[in-house]
């Protein structure tokens, strides 16, 4: 016990680190609901890119970020070319919010408007 303590104690330490997993285990419940849907996909890798985004939904979730928000703003910022050597910077721990009104211009751009009905 006592060559283990430190491992034990760690978030102790550390207040970024949590004592049970609670939210661990409320974060899986999104791919195990989603399992079902996806046993008869047609394609693995449509399996993985779905797998992929609930990953990333899940972080946003226990990062407390918008995932909807959180998509649109890193989508365009890496399509206007954000240096490779910040890419630290997207991820959902250290995201930062866009101003609203470039938000919605964020929006406005990857709006498809050939799927609303007329």
Avoid at 9 to 28: G, H, Q, T
Avoid at 68 to 80: F, G, K, M, P, V
Avoid at 82 to 95: A, G, T
């Amino acid at each position: 016990m006592n060559r283990h303590w430190a491992k034990i104690s760690y978030f102790l330490n550390d207040l970024k680190v949590w004592p049970d997993n609670n939210s661990a285990e409320r974060a899986l419940r999104l791919p195990k609901l989603c399992q079902k849907n996806h046993l008869f996909s047609q394609s693995v890798s449509g399996n993985n890119a779905i797998e992929y985004f609930n990953t990333i939904i899940a972080t946003c979730r226990l990062c407390r970020v918008h995932p909807e928000d959180y998509l649109t703003d890193i989508t365009i910022r890496i399509n206007e070319g954000h240096p490779m050597s910040r890419l630290d910077e997207l991820l959902p721990s250290n995201w930062q919010v866009a101003p609203p009104s470039e938000l919605e211009r964020a929006k406005k751009c990857v709006k498809y408007n050939h799927l609303t009905p007329t």
